[in-house]
């Protein structure tokens, strides 16, 4: 008997004396912790702070206020208001408010930081901002704010390597991405031959879907979040606009909408989508049809708490629930 046949033998005769186990069972690897072990927590969202007003305080506040609340990490909608300059300065300065975050922070773009965008001579600039915004708020797999989380960015698949907006963490048991859909129809342009961006866009955010919710089965996560500005009306009724004057063909979250009510109603969690269309007249809560929630946010912040395991699974931490 060779000395490695000898020591495992030894180590199998104590364990049975003793009455442990030979060998302790060992988790499946890719597993996220069950909903009778995962803890609950909670995360915060930023609306869109600069939606009815251009001071940066607004946003300053919201992140100070947010974080007050403990939150394991931030999701903030929008840098800059559309009246402010779309200029490298700004951007960088806006950087900076974000990264003194003391939680881990991520942005998912507005329409107002980049398809409202013009230069000098009054033309639509909007492409060449949207990817000066990549290069400075999405420069590495790590979020923003001073302890920083690693994200998963559309932008590591070559074939998308312009999306780096585009990001997916998983915390607790449940999935949260960001998608970048715009305000204002998803920079849809009706004009002909000018829909290059949203359509280049329109594949990628496809593509990145299918990927979220092909994860999100296979580790058999209890539930999608999905961060975006513009707001997808997926509790609207089919052909019905929110554009007050637009038809259905000029719908530009259309496509999009109806990818993810299929995805949801083939997963069997919750898939919860916040944007930053709140009227911020009404408290926001979050709305329920089926396992599809919605939450619309104005220039306000919200802690929604996540409990694995229970019913509801997303509540807001000062109620505004509809039952699901």
Same mark, same amino acid.
């Given at each position: 008997?060779?000395?490695?046949?000898?020591?495992?033998?030894?180590?199998?005769?104590?364990?049975?004396?003793?009455?442990?186990?030979?060998?302790?069972?060992?988790?499946?690897?890719?597993?996220?912790?069950?909903?009778?072990?995962?803890?609950?927590? /909670?995360?915060?969202? +930023?609306? @869109?702070? *600069?939606?009815?007003?251009?001071?940066?305080?607004? =946003?300053?506040?919201?992140?100070?206020? %947010?974080?007050?609340?403990?939150?394991?990490?931030?999701?903030?909608?929008?840098?800059?208001?559309?009246?402010?300059?779309?200029?490298?300065?700004?951007?960088?300065?806006?950087?900076?408010?974000?990264?003194?975050? $003391?939680?881990? +922070? +991520?942005?998912?773009?507005?329409?107002?930081?980049?398809?409202?965008?013009?230069?000098?001579?009054?033309?639509?600039?909007?492409?060449?901002?949207?990817?000066?915004?990549?290069?400075?708020?999405?420069?590495?797999?790590?979020?923003?704010?001073? /302890? #920083?989380?690693?994200? !998963?960015? =559309?932008?590591? !698949?070559?074939?998308?390597?312009?999306?780096?907006?585009?990001?997916?963490?998983? @915390?607790?048991?449940?999935?949260?991405?960001?998608?970048?859909?715009?305000?204002?129809?998803? @920079?849809?342009? $009706?004009?002909?031959?000018?829909?290059?961006?949203?359509?280049?866009?329109?594949?990628?955010?496809?593509?990145?879907? @299918?990927?979220? *919710?092909?994860?999100?089965?296979?580790?058999?996560?209890?539930? &999608?979040?999905?961060?975006?500005?513009?707001?997808?009306? &997926?509790?609207?009724?089919?052909? *019905?606009?929110?554009?007050?004057?637009?038809?259905?063909? /000029?719908?530009?979250?259309?496509?999009?909408?109806? /990818?993810?009510?299929?995805?949801?109603?083939?997963?069997?969690?919750?898939?919860?989508? +916040?944007?930053?269309?709140?009227?911020?007249?009404?408290?926001?809560?979050?709305?329920?049809?089926?396992?599809?929630?919605?939450?619309?946010?104005?220039?306000?912040?919200?802690?929604?708490? %996540?409990?694995?395991?229970?019913?509801?699974? *997303? !509540?807001?931490?000062?109620?505004?629930? !509809?039952? #699901?």
């Amino acid at each position: 008997m060779t000395r490695r046949a000898a020591l495992l033998l030894t180590a199998l005769l104590a364990a049975v004396s003793s009455g442990a186990p030979a060998f302790a069972a060992q988790p499946a690897a890719g597993k996220v912790s069950s909903a009778k072990t995962a803890r609950g927590f /909670q995360f915060g969202a +930023i609306g @869109h702070a *600069f939606k009815a007003d251009a001071d940066e305080a607004l =946003l300053k506040r919201a992140i100070a206020e %947010v974080n007050q609340e403990k939150p394991a990490f931030i999701v903030a909608t929008g840098i800059k208001a559309a009246s402010e300059p779309c200029s490298d300065r700004l951007y960088s300065q806006r950087k900076q408010v974000l990264d003194e975050s $003391p939680r881990p +922070i +991520i942005v998912s773009p507005a329409g107002s930081d980049w398809s409202e965008c013009r230069n000098s001579a009054g033309r639509s600039n909007a492409v060449e901002r949207l990817n000066r915004i990549r290069e400075v708020f999405y420069p590495d797999s790590n979020s923003l704010g001073a /302890q #920083p989380l690693t994200l !998963t960015r =559309l932008s590591a !698949t070559a074939k998308f390597r312009s999306y780096a907006e585009n990001a997916y963490w998983e @915390h607790g048991g449940v999935l949260f991405a960001t998608l970048n859909l715009p305000a204002k129809n998803n @920079h849809y342009l $009706p004009e002909a031959g000018r829909n290059s961006e949203y359509e280049d866009r329109l594949v990628a955010n496809r593509a990145w879907l @299918h990927r979220l *919710f092909t994860l999100a089965q296979r580790r058999g996560v209890q539930g &999608v979040v999905l961060f975006s500005d513009g707001d997808l009306g &997926v509790h609207a009724e089919e052909g *019905f606009s929110l554009l007050s004057g637009f038809g259905d063909k /000029q719908d530009g979250f259309k496509q999009v909408r109806k /990818q993810v009510r299929a995805q949801a109603e083939k997963f069997k969690g919750k898939v919860l989508l +916040i944007d930053g269309q709140g009227d911020g007249k009404t408290a926001p809560a979050i709305t329920w049809q089926g396992n599809l929630g919605h939450l619309g946010l104005g220039t306000e912040w919200e802690a929604v708490k %996540v409990q694995p395991g229970s019913a509801a699974l *997303f !509540t807001l931490k000062d109620g505004g629930d !509809t039952a #699901p």
